[in-house]
């Protein structure tokens, strides 16, 4: 009976691999249309956001294995349409204003996700650099006002 179970536990599980959902990791980018910021910011940016939050998405093995895939590309989905910084130029002003006023309570409440720093735990953001991002932002939400 367990080794029935186990095999058709294994069965389930190949067929889950042919079904992909087909969200690409990376995606073509205009460079004039990505975030320019200072270098510091960028860094932090890079490190904790960038994963979901752009087209240039650091796929590990576990991005292409059903049922973790599917998870992590509906994740990388939604939030590329949340902010794509690769995008970040083409949005309106208006768009990229409510984006960074909205900014410092996401980083306070749940940005990153813990289900990404369960696995990225140098993605995890200090207080410090909690806070440089929020001036930047509050900065540049002065010069597009």
Request: glycine share 0%; charged share 25%; with cysteine.
């Amino acid at each position: 009976m367990l080794k029935s179970f186990w095999f058709w536990t294994l069965i389930v599980f190949i067929a889950m691999q042919f079904f992909s959902l087909d969200i690409p990791a990376k995606l073509p980018i205009n460079k004039e249309q990505e975030l320019q910021a200072p270098p510091k910011v960028m860094s932090i940016l890079k490190r904790s956001c960038y994963d979901c939050h752009s087209s240039e998405v650091k796929a590990p093995w576990y991005y292409s294995v059903a049922p973790i895939s599917w998870f992590i590309q509906v994740h990388v989905k939604n939030a590329r349409a949340v902010v794509n910084f690769s995008k970040w130029n083409s949005y309106s002003k208006e768009k990229q204003y409510k984006l960074l006023d909205r900014l410092p309570e996401s980083l306070l409440i749940r940005m990153p996700m813990p289900s990404y720093l369960y696995m990225h735990k140098e993605s995890t953001l200090t207080k410090e650099e909690k806070k440089i991002l929020s001036k930047w932002a509050k900065r540049l939400k002065e010069k597009i006002k």
